[in-house]
């Protein structure tokens, strides 16, 4: 089967490359906007397979990318595990109680409730054009644990980074579950249909050294070698955002087969760095596809021409934004489609 994305992911080189971009089933759509206001918010969204599949689906549809990314969201494994999740209008997601106030012993897991994102893989995977490839995904360790910690997110994730210093051993045991949860959850995944998976370390930048070799590179290598045992031909993403000059450590240590680079990366440095023939995914700003213009094009020549000598995803550096236009989208298409 043709699918110019999962050939790149396996280190084959593409011209022009294949494009998917982050959060590209999502509010900068009128038809998911109509989609989730009829289903009354994003969690109900989330567990109605057929309407996920239906956002999943919808970006393929009106732009024809090269990959699909399943609609879900990360903290799904903490809802798995027994936290309460809740999508608060103007406040964004609450997990409770945190683990600031309770443990994961006094949790009831429920894995049950990650049982209509596998429904949404099936109904994707049976529907997808053959020649792009689905993509799966999940938080890395770390980040799924700063939200489980202070119960919902913060800029410098200042209460996971006390835990983890005051009391790492507990704060490791939080890792480890995670860990194991998330294994199971990116297997059913691909049992369900996924070619590959993406593992999103949303706050990755905000560690220091040590702490990024023992909270972000450790866990994500054991996940990413516990996975591969059990599917050797499914490539891994990683997506450690933030993560600036400890990216090459990153992609040396961890065993994952792309690495997915935030806008603040430099692309002519990253290829400089990286390990030769290392698949790279990214890395536009999405400020300058809201700009459009003479910039946005400077900006895709610069990364297209830095990557050109190896595997490359066209992709942003983060996740569309809700205000970017159609029209932007198109013309990012038409620009990297060009070569």
Request: net charge negative.
């Amino acid at each position: 089967m043709n699918r110019p994305l999962l050939s790149v992911l396996r280190g084959e080189r593409r011209d022009p490359p294949p494009v998917w971009l982050m959060r590209q089933a999502g509010r900068y759509l009128p038809e998911y906007r109509a989609l989730r206001a009829d289903k009354g918010g994003f969690l109900e969204l989330v567990n109605d397979s057929e309407a996920a599949a239906e956002v999943t689906l919808q970006p393929i549809r009106r732009f024809g990318f090269d990959g699909a990314i399943l609609f879900s969201d990360i903290l799904v494994i903490p809802h798995a595990l027994g936290q309460k999740l809740e999508f608060l209008p103007g406040e964004g997601p609450k997990l409770s109680p945190r683990l600031l106030d309770a443990t994961l012993e006094s949790f009831q897991a429920a894995p049950e409730r990650l049982e209509p994102v596998y429904g949404t893989v099936r109904r994707v995977a049976a529907a997808l054009a053959p020649e792009a490839t689905f993509l799966g995904f999940a938080g890395s360790p770390w980040t799924v644990a700063t939200y489980m910690v202070a119960g919902e997110g913060s800029r410098e994730q200042a209460e996971a980074r006390r835990y983890a210093y005051r009391d790492p051993a507990a704060f490791g045991a939080i890792i480890v579950a995670i860990e194991g949860a998330t294994l199971d959850y990116l297997s059913k995944q691909i049992e369900a249909g996924v070619h590959a998976v993406q593992l999103f370390d949303s706050w990755a930048g905000s560690l220091s050294p040590a702490q990024f070799e023992q909270w972000v590179i450790a866990p994500t290598a054991r996940l990413t070698a516990a996975l591969k045992a059990r599917h050797p031909d499914t490539p891994v993403i990683g997506f450690p955002k933030g993560s600036g000059g400890k990216l090459p450590a990153y992609a040396r240590e961890t065993g994952v087969d792309a690495i997915g680079l935030d806008e603040t990366v430099d692309p002519a440095w990253a290829h400089a760095s990286l390990p030769a023939e290392l698949p790279v995914q990214g890395n536009l700003d999405p400020l300058a596809l809201i700009a459009g213009g003479a910039e946005f094009d400077a900006a895709a020549s610069r990364i297209l021409d830095a990557f050109r000598e190896r595997p490359h995803i066209f992709n942003l550096g983060h996740g569309i934004l809700p205000d970017t236009p159609i029209a932007h989208v198109e013309q990012l298409l038409e620009r990297v489609r060009r070569g």
